[in-house]
C-alpha cells in the first residue's frame, strides 16, 4: 500500500553527495541492518521443519502455520497483538542447537538481500525455559553468527534486550551477562549494543538507567525500543536519561519540532521499520511515515525490517517502499551513512 507523501528529496542534502559506486537495482544496494529482531525473522520453513522433528507443531500444515507466524490484515492495529506474533517461534528456540540453526538461517535469508552488516537483537530471558541459562541462551546465538560469519561476507553484531515488563532489576542483570559476551573482548562475533524493548506504556525509560549505565561501562552501544506506542516524552528521556546514541522507532518525536533538532543536532540516528509501524498502528494507515520527517531534519536514519517473519518483509522490499520518494543513490547513501553508526567494530 503505497503511502502519502509530500517529501522534497531537494532537502535532502546529507543524501545527495556522489556515490562511490552506481546502483542500477535495489538489489544491488550493499544494505545496513541495525533493527531486526531474531524471534520475529526466523524463515517459516525452518521454524516449520524444526517443529516437526520435535513433535511440536500446533497446526498439521505450513500454510497454517504461517497464518500463525505472520501478521494477518486483520491482526494490524496494535503492538500489543503484533507481539502476540512472537509466541510460537518460542516453542523451538529454548534449545542451544535450534537457537544457533535460526541465527543461521536468518542471516542467509539476509545476505540474499545484499545485507553486508548485521546487527540482530534478542531477549536471551524468554529462552531460558527449557534450562538454558543466560549465558548458554546468548552463546548459542553467538555459535550461529560466527557458523553463518564462516560462510558469508557479511559483518555481525548481538544486541541483547531487556524486556520492559520484567523490570528494571532483570533488566541489570542482562545488562551484566551481555557484557561477558561484549565483542571487544573476544576475537569473534560477540554482544555490541543493548536494548530495551516490550510495551512502552507504563514502563518509563528512566526506571531502566541503571541498566543501561553497566551496559555503558561495559562499553556497549545502546539502543531502545521508544515513541512506538508513547510520546516524545519518552524519547527525551531515552535520550537524557539513558544516553542512548540510536533510537528504534521514535514514530511520536515527529510530534516534538524541539526533539528533532535535538536528534540532528546530536546525531542520534532513527532506526525506522516501515512495514512493521503500520502494522503495530504507531503510525496510521494513511499517514505519511516519520522517516520523511526525519531526513527533512537532518536526523539521520537506517531502514531496517524490525521483523522480516512476522512483517512478512525482506530489506529489498523495506527499500522499495520508499523508492518512489529516494533514489536508488539516496537509499544506497542511508545505508552507507548507517553503517557508520553500527556498533560492531572490526573483528
Ligand atoms: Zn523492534
Redesign the pocket.
Known sequence: MLEPVRFDTRLLEFYNGPMQQKVHSISEIEKVEL?Q?VDGSIPIQLTWQLMKSHGLNPVETIEEMERLLVLQPGEEGTLLSYLDKFQYPQWITQFYENLSLVVEGIVEEAVKNRVKLLEL?YSPIIHTYAGLTLRQAIRSVLTGMNQARSRHDIQLGLVIIAMRQQGPHIAKILARQAISEAQHLHKRTGVVGFDL?GAERGNLPRLFKEAYEIARTGHLGLTV?VGEDEGPVCIWQAIDELGVSRI??GCSAVSDKELLRRLARDKILV?C?IT?NYQTGAVKRGQEHPIYTFLEHGVPVAICT??TTVSATNQNQENEKLAGCLSLEQLARIHQEAKTFSFITAV
Request: a negative charge; glycine letters at 8%; aromatic letters at 0%.
Open positions: 533493527h529482531h537483537r524493548a525500543h528504534g522507532h532506526e521499520c512493521s524490525d521483523n
